[in-house]
């Protein structure tokens, strides 16, 4: 059911939890047939200028399907992060502006992690393990 599915998603905290939240995210999207809504793939129906009004018609209905699956996708999302991240998505108007504006936040943080580990790597082998670098290796 939905709520055993949903109550197995750890909230997005930081960025600690990223990784898994961001695959957990991605499998329960999937689930509800959303998940091409948050990567771009499915856009928002647009109408031609000259059509029949059966088009139009047609057009009414994909337009409220794809509204009403875009809402999920920012329910699921935004539903499983605490306050603090759901602040950071306030002003986004779709699923996919909040999946890249969690993109844009924690894919940065880990690059910025990746490179600090590097550089106290880096730093370990130049100074032979002096006692300063290994304490904040041992940190890491």
């Known amino acids: 059911?939905?709520?055993e599915l949903k109550?197995?998603?750890?909230?997005?905290?930081r960025a600690a939890n990223?990784?898994?939240w961001k695959q957990q995210i991605g499998l329960l999207l999937r689930h509800h047939d959303v998940h091409d809504i948050i990567c771009g793939d499915r856009k928002c129906p647009s109408l031609t200028a000259e059509v029949s009004a059966e088009a139009i018609g047609a057009y009414e209905k994909a337009q409220k399907a794809f509204v009403k699956d875009d809402f999920l996708a920012q329910l699921i999302t935004v539903g499983n992060m605490v306050d603090s991240?759901?602040?950071?998505?306030?002003?986004?108007?779709?699923?996919?502006?909040v999946w890249e504006k969690m993109l844009s936040v924690y894919e940065q943080f880990r690059?910025?992690?990746?490179?600090?580990d590097g550089e106290v790597f880096s730093q370990l082998k130049r100074t032979g393990g002096s006692k300063p670098y290994c304490k904040a290796a041992r940190r890491l």
């Open 111 to 116: 690059e910025k992690a990746r490179s600090f």
């Open 85 to 97: 991240n759901a602040e950071l998505a306030l002003f986004c108007n779709t699923a996919e502006s």
């Open 1 to 3: 059911t939905e709520t």
């Open 18 to 20: 990223w990784s898994k």
């Open 7 to 13: 109550s197995h998603i750890e909230k997005l905290v």
